[in-house]
Nanobody, 115 residues
Framework: QVRLVESGGGLVQPGGSLRLSCVIS????????MGWYRQAPGKKRELVAT???????NYGRSVSGRFTISRDPAKNTVYLEMNMMQPDDTAVYFC?????????WGQGTQVTVSS
């Protein structure tokens, strides 16, 4: 079983920055992909960014050029650096892993962009 714990959410003004962290623990052997997704009220969960165990990255169209996903294998942690944030970035952000044992999700962290 894989356990994911997100942190770093909060309130930020438009144009500001936040960094989210996701600590991965448990049965981490066999994980080949990690990522961040988000869900705003009344909307479907959408891809924000993913990173493979080989550090290949992929971004959702709305965040490309503003957000950066990275990982620290020594700390079993995945990060999401968010810059030039906009009110449309307001959502609950979820950490995700994919592996031979299936997919796992964190509990989510709220990010609010507002003046």
């Amino acid at each position: 079983q894989v356990r994911l714990v997100e942190s770093g959410g909060g309130l930020v003004q438009p144009g500001g920055s936040l960094r989210l962290s996701c600590v991965i623990s448990g049965s981490i052997t066999g994980i080949y992909g990690m990522g961040w997704y988000r869900q705003a009220p009344g909307k479907k969960r959408e891809l924000v960014a993913t990173i493979t165990s080989a550090s290949r990255t992929n971004y959702g169209r709305s965040v490309s050029g503003r957000f950066t996903i990275s990982r620290d294998p020594a700390k079993n942690t995945v990060y999401l650096e968010m810059n030039m944030m906009q009110p449309d970035d307001t959502a609950v952000y979820f950490c995700n892993t994919d592996g031979i044992g299936g997919s796992s999700w964190g509990q989510g962290t709220q990010v609010t962009v507002s003046s």
